[in-house]
């Protein structure tokens, strides 16, 4: 478990004990983002009602493993979740990296068991939302169920996205920026800095994310420092050419 001070770091608050560690729909930041985004008061009260207290996850820990029975969606508060696949051959493959404000654990929906494995990729913090009782309330609150749909439609879209990188075989240098620019993106939607950014995943990940190696995620990063439309220390990322940056996704060559 995270200490009080991780969790007071993780939230933007000062706890002095675990009573007072307690967030709520209303008051969460996240929550244009979320699932309360189409809820009037009263609307996100019943919401709130079935949402247990925000979970503390350490970095490395598992949510959730693949083939796991589904329960519940998670709505992450603070940190970075990845999920990923592992085949019978021992092959693991990364399908989501997921920030403040995303939903996720959508693929379990239509099998009644998680098709991927969910781990904290940093100290974070995670929503549980029971999908049986969200369900009952989506009956009965349309606004709730077309909020869900929504969401579950962006991650079908990203998914799609991410997945045509494969299938038209992008350049490596085009998935990268990409992957750059898909980070500023949502860190705008969170009200973030869109320039500032902290890179979730380690580069080893963000290759095996992309489907390439390692090493031509390092040279291409390195390719962008040359050019000046990045400058990177570890995994703090400063964007100092967010135009050139989208203009290497539109050329037509690489």
Known sequence: MLDHKAVSELIGSDLSCSHEFDTSCETCRMRVLCLPAALDPHQLEILQSIIEQPRALPAGEHLYHQNQHF???????????????????????????????????????????????????????????????????????????????????????????LAAQFIHKRPARKRIAAFLLGLSTRAARRGDSTTEIHLPMSRTDIGNYLGITLETVCRELARLEKLGVIALQKRELTILDLPGLRELICKAKS
């Open 71 to 161: 329960t519940a969606l998670y709505a992450v508060l603070a940190g970075s979740i990845k999920t990923y696949t592992a085949h019978e051959d021992g092959w693991i493959r990364i399908t989501g990296c997921h920030l403040p404000g995303d939903i996720f654990g959508f693929s379990g929906i239509e099998e009644s068991h998680y098709r991927s494995t969910a781990r904290a990729l940093e100290d974070s913090l995670v929503c549980e939302i029971p999908f049986e009782d969200l369900e009952g309330l989506c009956r009965k609150i349309p606004d709730l169920q077309s909020r869900l749909f929504h969401m579950m439609s962006q991650r079908l879209v990203e998914d799609h996205e």
